[in-house]
């Protein structure tokens, strides 16, 4: 507590400054902290390649021997200094250290919705200090270092004198993928994951199975993947590519949230899992064809049960995605064990409280293995009883209907993730970016309270039209626009002065080796063929 309160004085300081213009290209940095400030008159320091070092401060809670911090040790040094040079500077003092001091002790842990990701960072002549609360503010200080080197046109590497103290303005700023539309090689999504941490995302939303395939390779049920993955063999996620993708995220602050959608968007479930899918009826005998999943028989809830049960373990968040979303009540409607269980149950003709039903036996399963869940809005809208700690994903856009329905979540007192105007995978000519940057999440009518309920929002990647011949661009640098409205202060909204940071930021992009699309006209000085 004591060191954020620090940090809180250390910002009202900075917010006491008179604003001062940019010094140059290298001090841009995406997202915009909170807070930045410079020395009057400007000043560089210059950054020594071959001597330069990361290192523990004196009296760090975490020391070396830390894997989060040694990886992003490892991971910067090559991402600052790819194109080293053997032009060492000679004048002044060079800054030839960073010091990374982190009050509280954990390195071993996951992040959490509740991780504070505080830092502050200072540069000035000779000397370089980063200070966090967590390990996980430490990698966001690292990644805004990362961007203030700069490097001069005698190929000598330098950075601007500068204090930055920064947060993040919410706490869940995520990416969803899609992997059942289109099989993403584990590759591509390790990769996503390094510009998430680029762009200091903090959840990966891993959409995983979905009606066209479950590659998800169950220990408990392995014909789920055997019979619903395009490929048993080459088109699936084993249990090692799935622990490979929770530490590699790990390792860069990022939350791993799987969701498993039901009782719809199943159909890929159905060959593996024998009387799992309701029978779909025409006239007086089953089509063939196969709906929802089958809420009034028992082995459906033993078989949520255990799937569950290894899902819980296997994923280390606190949350699950629970999908709930767009059923459809044709094949429900049709089957007439169904319709005398409506009768039965006195639930008249309204199937939203048949799926209300199956809901609310799912919401028991999960809470009862010690799990959190998020659910897309519709389980909201149908009325389904929940646990005051539900967190409503709304994804519904209706031209700007989704603020009502962010009013509507909060007001109810549940908190609210926003997706619904950051659709990625729909593109259209132009500058598409500037629509996604210019959503505020809270400019709905409602009290102080319900926007503190706004627990921030995920940009999403739906598979329908993007495989791995085109996530990559379609993806950056747009949803740097959806990063920066998530983690900076809501006065950051100027398009102009974005285009020029998130412009200079896709060009540092390429020089990582991301092949992130143009925002429009223009060039970088290190191309992306030239990586």
Known sequence: MAAARALQLSLLRLLLLPPLLLPGPAGAVWPQPQAQSFPPGGGRCPVPARRF???VADGSAVGPGCAVLDAAFQRYWPLLFGRATENEPSWETPCASLLVYVSTPGCDGFPSLDSSESYKLSVSKGSMLLAAETIWGALRGLETFSQLVGRDENGMYYINETEIVDFPRFPHRGLLLDTSRHYLPLK???ETLDVMAYNKFNVFHWHIVDDPSFPYESSTFPELSKQGAFNAMTHVYTASDVRSVIEYARLRGIRVIAEFDTPGHTLSWGPGAPGLLTP?????????V???INPIVNSTYQFVTSL???I?????DFYLHLGGDEVDFTCWKSNPEIRAFMVQMGLGQDYKKLESFYIQRLLDIVSSLGKGYIVWQEVFDNDVKLRPDTIIHVWKENDLQYLNEIANVTRSG???LLSAPWYLNRISYGQDWIKAYKVEPLMFEGSPEQKALVIGGEACMWGEYVDVTNLTPRLWPRA???AERLWSNETVGNVQDAYARLAEFRCTLLGRGVQAQPLYVGYCEHEFDEV
């Open 280 to 288: 779909c009826y025409v006239g007086q005998g089953p089509s063939g």
């Open 53 to 55: 070092r990361f290192a």
């Open 188 to 190: 591509a999504i390790l």
């Open 290 to 292: 196969y709906g929802p």
């Open 308 to 310: 569950f049960q290894e």
């Open 480 to 482: 740097g626009a959806v």
């Open 414 to 416: 549940y908190r609210a």
């Open 312 to 316: 819980s373990a296997v994923f280390p």
